[in-house]
């Protein structure tokens, strides 16, 4: 089994040889090269090792002699004796003139390349592609022959291209060149990303088993000062005393106080009356206001913001010049929380601070400013932010109105009504119709003809709500006019509820299919419930 | 001769492989940076959000929840049962059952008191007939609307709800997908912040709920799904929605927003005619057809994305299915590609035009095909001897440790951000996923978007001759609609 995978390799390997040198043979027929062909005994007879070559002497003799003595052995049954194969031609050529002076016997030298006979024709084609391919270089050898002796000459032996070869041309491959340009690249930037991800996390680890500890560090010694000393024994501590309760060594670290600001505050939001009063004297003796100030200096956005959101959780009213200047601030979050920290702290009751924004205000904004407004109502004048150069401030006024009942600011509105932008008309009618504010009526009569469809909606459901029998025909009116669906179905509805019977008249024997379906809709019991 | 110009074609496309390799590695690296930094942005800006402020506070925006229907029979009810108890003021649930064959209906009707209304429906996008609308007559289910219409496919149920919907934006969601309670303020949250550009869309992620335990409609443990498919498809999409959107977002370049978990402006969905029937593709048509209208119409806008944890769905665990989603996938960005070719390279469109589209269209669209040829290409070369061994070796080393170095970024991002994946086997596990995912699923994904390729030469999924040509505005997407209907 061992010999036929070995006789299949080797017959693959010739075979692959072959067709190698057969594409190598018609790829040079393209090539117009000049090749010169040296005569392979030439180079057999100067006694040069061939690589893949062998020779084989072989002889018949008519008697029984006995040849074993010239270094050949018998072989099958007949009088053949054969030499073992050999290296170089000159050995073999030695054998058959022993043999021929002895016994005067030809013999024949055989030549086997890979173990296979070949013809002479089949060998000089061998060595001749040999070397074309510069497999077998006869400079090399030539030169060899001329420094004998030299370990460099066993070296130039060897029959094939010199390593220096093979390094020029990878470094004249543009493909290979590339590759590695890139290769170099994506390491060098694989590297610093691993390096950068690995620092974050690293850091990120410590500091959240830092903040772990920390937090463990504080709660007891919070706790104790809130349950078990009273505001004036706060009080008349200093410093040093709270110190005393607290980790001392670690009171300098800019973390731990920003762990104890934190729970601090977390405290602040979750406790009520004496309890408050407590953590902000604590905060304030532990001279945390000063760290917490320092982070307005910061270049980082989120740094300042959380300053400036814990000059608002503590009420640090000494910093309110400080969070000003960041009321405009080109940051959104900053400039939130700024203007959100100064409409708690500051004694602001013409809320200039709102009026006087240049950024327009978002709704995120809106729902803060409004959660803190809204528990101060009756110290703001929230007429004030109407006068804004700002339009969405003037909007967010508007709404302001409607979200804390003030009818005391309708005549106002009332007022700016015709020279408002659609956006404020929106919300003033909105609150007009809020409110029952029915002398705003007959404005709203001029809005239906307006392209804006919100708008439109809106003064449709005032009239709905405050209009009167006669205000059906202004409704009639639109209904004709308009091709919007749902300012239709709007106007349908109101005039369904300030007329039904004018409304049956009209509408039920309709031959619009939209009123139709309009009128079905208005009339179903399920949908008006829902 | 030949052998000259057969040695240069060999030259050239070497080198544009070469090329090609080149520039998707800078680009995933730049979107790696890209991400680290919005995700970083992201989780700064959540220290300072109060999200119950939202839930209650009348400046916040209303929000119509629509959930196509098909064959949902089993989960129908509970799933909508949940959609309705998610934790927001101003919302409605829109369920449309998109022609179902089995008891969806029945089931609905029965488990909320529905009953057939004259709802006056207006059909401002073209849909397939609407058989009815019902609303429950226990006004508990008062933010209820169930939605009856023929068998029209996803895209045209959404515009039927579209249709039915009033609200301010309205949220596009899978019925069998779970939401977090406070999926609904968080996705709210972008709408709300910006100040000086109209938010058109926002995206969420999905998360792979198999295998997960599920509590109250919120995922409460996460493990990793059992087969080799269902771990690859977690780590593709951290890659996807951690990675791939996070940059595209900081670039105000995002193309793409799952269909399964998707908001939008509503007022800019309908002018531009809402979803488009004719594609696969509906969900990535829909955000390239409402940025190519804000773009037409010179507004400044902003498709807004949140990667906190908000939704999960189940994926495929078997390859036959998954095979034919990837197809899907493939055609549908074909489609829209081929549809909004206009936008391509062209500056007008700004980011659109000149950075997300010809990169969807090089790397997205290409890459199974540009994979393909580089295969035949080495091979070729292999059998013709004209190939280096370091060469080959090198460019193997250089793809290999790439696709794991950002398959490991991913999860790292993971960690960093949410470490939801608390469990160090299951984190070991994707990790050996990511070791043999180039070896074994990587090449069924190329073969699975050749295929894609191959269907949509052969025009398999409805497509006409007038939709190849593409719209000539974005608009005009109403118009086609029509007369293929």
Request: charged share 25%.
């Amino acid at each position: 089994m061992y010999f036929k995978a070995k006789y299949c390799a080797k017959w693959v390997l010739v075979k692959s040889l072959l067709l190698f040198f057969m594409t190598s043979l018609s790829a040079q027929e393209d090539e117009i090269v000049e090749f010169n062909s040296i005569p392979i005994e030439e180079v057999m007879l100067k006694g040069r090792e061939l690589p893949g070559v062998r020779f084989l002497y072989t002889v018949t003799i008519p008697s029984q002699s006995d040849l074993s003595g010239y270094a050949l052995s018998k072989s099958g049954r007949g009088n053949i004796w054969t030499s073992d194969t050999l290296n170089f031609y000159l050995d073999a050529l030695a054998i058959k003139d022993t043999v021929q002076n002895t016994f005067e016997l030809e013999g024949e030298i055989q030549s086997l390349l890979f173990d296979e006979k070949i013809d002479r024709d089949g060998l000089q084609a061998y060595f001749d592609n040999l070397v074309r391919n510069e497999l077998y270089i006869l400079e090399a050898e030539e030169e060899a022959e001329e420094r004998i002796g030299e370990l460099v000459v066993l070296g130039n032996k060897i029959p094939f291209k010199p390593y220096y070869k093979l390094k020029i041309q990878v470094l004249t491959d543009i493909r290979m060149i590339i590759l590695i340009t890139f290769l170099s690249f994506f390491v060098l930037a694989a590297i610093i990303l691993v390096v950068v991800i690995f620092v974050i996390k690293t850091k990120k680890r410590n500091r959240d088993v830092l903040v772990r500890r920390f937090k463990d560090l504080c709660y007891e010694p919070l706790s104790n000062f809130l349950f078990e000393h009273s505001l004036e024994e706060i009080q008349q501590m200093d410093k040093y005393g709270i110190v005393e309760k607290l980790p001392k060594n670690l009171m300098h670290k800019p973390l731990f106080k920003d762990v104890m600001i934190q729970e601090i505050i977390s405290l602040n939001k979750n406790m009520k009356g004496e309890f408050k009063q407590k953590l902000k004297l604590i905060y304030r003796k532990l001279e945390l206001d000063k760290h917490t100030l320092q982070k307005l200096e910061a270049k980082r956005w989120d740094i300042i913001t959380t300053g400036i959101v814990e000059i608002n959780e503590m009420d640090v009213v000494e910093a309110e010049g400080k969070v000003m200047k960041f009321v405009n601030h080109q940051n959104f979050y900053i400039r939130s929380n700024a203007v959100a920290t100064l409409l708690n702290i500051s004694n602001d009751t013409d809320l200039n601070v709102l009026a006087d924004q240049e950024y327009p205000l978002s709704r995120w904004q809106q729902m803060i400013y409004y959660r803190i407004i809204r528990y101060t109502k009756d110290k703001r004048n929230i007429g004030h932010l109407l006068e804004s150069k700002n339009q969405s401030v003037r909007v967010f006024g508007i709404k302001l109105i409607r979200y804390l009942g003030l009818i005391d600011q309708l005549e106002k509105l009332l007022g700016m009504f015709e020279i408002a932008s659609e956006a404020e008309k929106i919300e003033m009618i909105r609150c007009f119709n809020l409110f029952g504010f029915i002398d705003s009526l007959e404005r709203v009569y001029a809005v239906l003809k307006s392209d804006n469809q919100t708008l439109v909606l809106e003064s449709i459901k005032l009239i709905e709500n405050l209009g009167e029998k006669i205000s059906t025909t202004a409704l009639f009116e639109f209904c004709k006019l308009t091709s919007d669906f749902e300012a239709k179905k709007a106007a349908m509805r109101a005039i369904y509820k300030l007329d039904p019977s004018i409304f049956e008249a009209y509408f039920s024997e309709s031959e619009d299919e939209v009123e139709n379906k309009i009128n079905l809709h208005l009339k179903d019991p399920v949908l008006a419930n829902v | 001769m030949y052998s000259l110009l057969f040695d240069i074609i060999i030259e050239v496309l070497g080198i544009l492989f070469l090329l090609y390799s080149f520039f998707i590695i800078l680009s995933y690296l730049i979107i790696t940076v890209l991400s680290a930094l919005e995700m970083r942005d992201h989780l700064r800006k959540n220290k300072f959000a109060d999200y119950l402020d939202v839930v209650t506070s009348p400046v916040s925006p209303s929000i119509s929840i629509i959930a196509p229907a098909y064959n949902e029979g089993l989960n129908i009810v509970q799933n909508a049962k949940s959609l309705m108890t998610l934790h927001y003021s101003k919302f409605e649930v829109i369920i449309v059952n998109d022609g179902s064959k089995d008891d969806s209906v029945e089931k609905m009707i029965e488990s909320f008191d529905l009953v057939k209304t004259d709802f006056a429906y207006n059909p401002s996008i073209d849909t397939k007939a609407v058989r009815a609308i019902y609303k429950s007559r226990n006004r508990s289910f008062a933010k209820l609307t169930f939605v009856d219409k023929e068998n029209g496919g996803k895209a045209d149920a959404l515009n039927a709800g579209i249709n039915v919907s009033t609200m301010e934006i309205i949220a596009c969601i899978d019925v069998d997908c779970i939401l977090s309670s406070d999926s609904l303020t968080r996705m709210a949250r972008p709408f709300m912040e910006e100040t000086n550009r109209k938010v058109i869309a926002v995206g969420g992620v999905i998360g792979v709920a198999n295998n997960c335990e599920v509590k109250d409609g919120t995922v409460t443990d996460y493990r990793v799904p059992d087969t080799l498919l269902g771990k690859f498809q977690v780590i593709e999409y951290f890659r996807s929605f951690l990675m791939g959107r996070m940059a595209w977002t900081r670039l105000n370049g995002l193309m793409l927003i799952s269909g399964a978990f998707g908001f939008f402006n509503r007022e800019v969905v309908l002018k531009v005619g809402g979803y488009f029937p004719q594609t696969v593709g509906e969900d990535m048509e829909l955000i390239v057809r409402m940025r190519r209208y804000m773009e037409e119409e010179k507004k400044p806008y902003k498709v807004g994305f949140v990667p906190d944890p908000l939704c999960w769905t189940e994926v495929p665990e078997s390859e036959e299915i998954l095979s034919r989603q990837r197809n899907r996938w493939m055609r549908g960005t074909i489609e829209t590609l081929q549809l909004h070719k206009k936008i391509g390279y062209n500056p007008k469109y700004g980011v659109l035009g000149m950075i997300s589209y010809p990169f969807w269209s090089i790397y997205e669209k290409s890459a199974p095909i540009m994979e393909t040829i580089g295969v035949l290409y080495t091979l070729a070369m292999i059998i013709t001897g004209d190939f280096s061994a370091i060469y080959l070796v090198a460019l193997f080393v250089l793809i290999y440790f790439f696709s794991v170095l950002i398959s490991s970024f991913s999860i790292l991002y993971e960690q960093l951000a949410y470490n939801n994946y608390k469990n160090k086997k299951d984190l070991r596990s994707l990790l050996k996923v990511i070791l043999i995912e180039p070896f074994l699923i990587h090449p069924k994904v190329v073969w699975w978007g050749l295929k894609g390729h191959w269907d949509f030469l052969k025009g398999k999924g409805g497509w006409g001759v007038m939709i190849r040509t593409g719209f000539k505005k974005a608009v005009e997407k109403q118009d086609v609609s029509v007369s293929q209907n």
